[in-house]
């Protein structure tokens, strides 16, 4: 698989389609074409061939059309009105979707894709329609984002499905579909969606340009293809969003960001996106401004110190004796004179528990994960407390900083709160509160040098935009929210009246 920008600085290739003079004819007799699909395929068990009278012959791919359209709609209406040219055969089909085509590779791609075919023996032209079923999951609450007030449905696999969802949500012309095509071998559908007259034109086309160029064998899941298209891959914070709400996903849109949906993927993706806002959850909106704001202010408070309190512990115990309160240093003396490790040790290593309970939880079935990581957790504690391999404090200071990392909305972002912990950890070791300084501005250095489709990832904090970080942090009220982000450049800046609604004196 090859990726642009990631690994190397060189231009990738782009695909380049074959002349139409070269390209191969559809076999004008019924046994060449028969044989021409059957190469073209590899003959797979599930193509299935009809010959139907006046030398008519249907061709299609079993358990990719929908069966009741292909015997009610095509085969009985050319049973009960034969008809032995092209023209009339489509204009006798009541199918939506159908088109001529004299190509071979068309007429493949569209197999593939849930059509069936039907070829004339002596003509060199065949109808294509487009009867594609495909099965999916029924729609159900998002599990990864889960909220009290709210609308409690989620994006699923089927791409259709996601689009009429947010039809449902944006009830207008203005919103833009671009279908494309990425993937080699897989050939999957993504759909580009943004608002006309609101999204800024640059970066609609900024977003075109990336996902076309891509030169890939597959592409199976949106994450792949947010990482693919970041505009720094290399990090390991998120430039991009990966969402399975349709309300979220809507509301983006209408402040003037874009959308990106893959065909078999639950996850759409939202680009430009700040670093601040991935600790915002939809349900803010639902909820009174001030509650919005002690909630986010919550979730910022506990990015910190689920990133900073255990390298804290680590640096006062092993350089900084001096920081810890007087009243405190006998029971923390006490709590660790058994332990002959020494903190960074210590603190490494009920991480590395406390990660793999996590894992552990994660990928075994429900009922089983929830047993493993409550009675896990509790049984290897007290276990090490009492077997002197760690102190009681420093068990309350770890799982105060796992619960924390939890709070996040994003997943992505709370994997890198999980990560970025041991580097903090392990220089906080060797240099103290030095290092934890050094590791501060580094992590500060590199969102600095970070943008999301060329929006500065700080925004409004760089460049600082007073405006707009009442807004950010902050959840105003909603008569003070009439102006879209600037981190987008919307073309429309005014989502309504900016003047406050008064009510009427009776």
Not at 189 to 201: D, E, K, R, T
Request: hydrophobic share 45%; aromatic share 8%; with cysteine.
């Amino acid at each position: 698989m090859k990726f642009k920008l990631a690994f190397n600085k060189k231009q990738l290739p782009s695909v380049e389609q074959p002349p139409k003079e070269n390209l191969v004819r559809v076999a004008p007799t019924t046994d060449h074409f028969i044989q021409s699909i059957q190469n073209a395929t590899n003959n797979p068990a599930d193509l299935i061939m009809k010959a139907i009278p006046h030398n008519i012959t249907l061709i299609y791919i079993d358990n990719l059309v929908d069966n009741q359209t292909l015997n009610n709609d095509i085969i009985a209406n050319l049973l009960n009105n034969p008809q032995e040219t092209l023209e009339g055969i489509e204009a006798s089909l009541s199918i939506p979707e159908i088109v001529k085509s004299n190509l071979l590779q068309e007429t493949v791609e569209s197999m593939v894709n849930g059509s069936v075919v039907i070829h004339i023996d002596g003509c060199s032209q065949v109808l294509i329609g487009n009867i594609a079923t495909r099965e999916s999951r029924s729609l159900s609450a998002p599990e990864n984002e889960s909220q009290v007030i709210g609308t409690q449905v989620g994006f699923n696999e089927s791409l259709t499905t996601n689009i009429s969802l947010i039809r449902r949500y944006i009830v207008s012309p203005n919103l833009c579909n671009e279908k494309l095509k990425i993937g080699t071998r897989t050939n999957t559908s993504v759909s580009l969606l943004y608002m006309n007259g609101i999204a800024n034109v640059q970066m609609v086309h900024t977003m075109r340009q990336r996902i076309t160029d891509l030169y890939v064998d597959e592409l199976l899941d949106s994450a792949v293809l947010a990482e693919m298209i970041d505009d720094n891959s290399l990090s390991v914070f998120p430039q991009m969003l990966l969402t399975e709400r349709p309300d979220r996903f809507c509301d983006a849109l209408l402040d003037g960001k874009i959308g990106v949906l893959v065909d078999g993927s639950s996850m759409a993706i939202i680009c430009p996106q700040a670093f601040t806002e991935f600790f915002q959850s939809q349900e803010d909106q639902n909820l009174r401004w001030q509650i919005a704001t002690f909630l986010r202010l919550l979730r910022l408070s506990a990015f910190f110190l689920s990133v900073y309190l255990t390298p804290f512990y680590v640096a006062a115990l092993t350089f900084h004796y001096e920081v810890i309160p007087q009243a405190f240093l006998v029971p923390l003396s006490e709590s660790r004179a058994l332990v002959p490790f020494p903190p960074i040790f210590e603190a490494l290593l009920l991480e590395f528990i406390i990660e793999l309970l996590r894992e552990a939880g994660a990928r075994l079935p429900t009922k089983i994960g929830q047993t493993i990581g409550i009675v896990g957790g509790i049984v290897i504690g007290t276990a090490a407390v009492q077997a002197g391999i760690t102190s009681n404090i420093l068990l309350i200071i770890i799982a105060l900083s796992a619960l924390a990392s939890f709070t996040s909305p994003s997943y992505m972002m709370g994997n890198v709160i999980r990560l970025i912990r041991f580097p903090i950890i392990i220089l906080a070791g060797f240099w103290g509160f030095y290092g934890i300084m050094l590791a501060f501005c580094f992590i500060l250095i590199h969102l600095l040098r970070q943008s999301s489709l060329g929006a500065p990832y700080l925004s409004p904090f760089y460049p600082p935009r007073l405006k707009e970080m009442r807004d950010s942090i902050i959840r105003m009220p909603i008569p003070y929210t009439a102006k879209r982000p600037a981190l987008t450049r919307p073309k429309d800046t005014n989502k309504f009246e900016p003047e406050p609604i008064k009510p009427e004196k009776s």
